[in-house]
């Protein structure tokens, strides 16, 4: 089990960037999948980044060439590196980690991202 803890969202205007950080309970980069999600009102949650064990990382359509995921295996935190943000982007994000091989999820609490002028 872990624990995963966002912070860093806030009210951004258009065109601007934010750096989500995700804190993990424990170092779990090696065996998990971590992957951010975002959740607009009204709407389904959606895939928005992933980075698997190994390093190698996936993004959705809309925020390809935009949005960068990353980690820190020392400080055991996920980063999504937000840019050229646009109001589409506005959404709760959260936290995604995935143990390898298994069904079982953990969600942070989420964070409010926020894109207006």
């Known amino acids: 089990q872990v624990q995963l803890v966002e912070s860093g969202g806030g009210l951004v205007q258009p065109g601007g960037s934010l750096r989500l950080s995700c804190v993990a309970s424990r170092n779990v980069f090696n065996t998990y999948t971590m992957a951010w999600y975002r959740q607009a009102p009204g709407k389904q949650r959606e895939l928005v980044a992933v980075?698997?064990?190994?390093?190698?990382?996936t993004y959705a359509d809309s925020v390809k060439g935009r949005f960068t995921i990353s980690r820190d295996n020392v400080k055991n935190t996920v980063y999504l590196q937000m840019n050229s943000l646009k109001p589409e982007d506005t959404a709760v994000y959260y936290c995604?980690?995935?143990?390898?091989?298994?069904?079982?999820?953990?969600w942070g609490q989420g964070t409010q991202v926020t894109v207006s002028s």
């Open positions: 980075i698997i064990s190994s390093g190698s990382t």
């Open positions: 995604n980690g995935r143990p390898v091989g298994t069904l079982n999820n953990y």
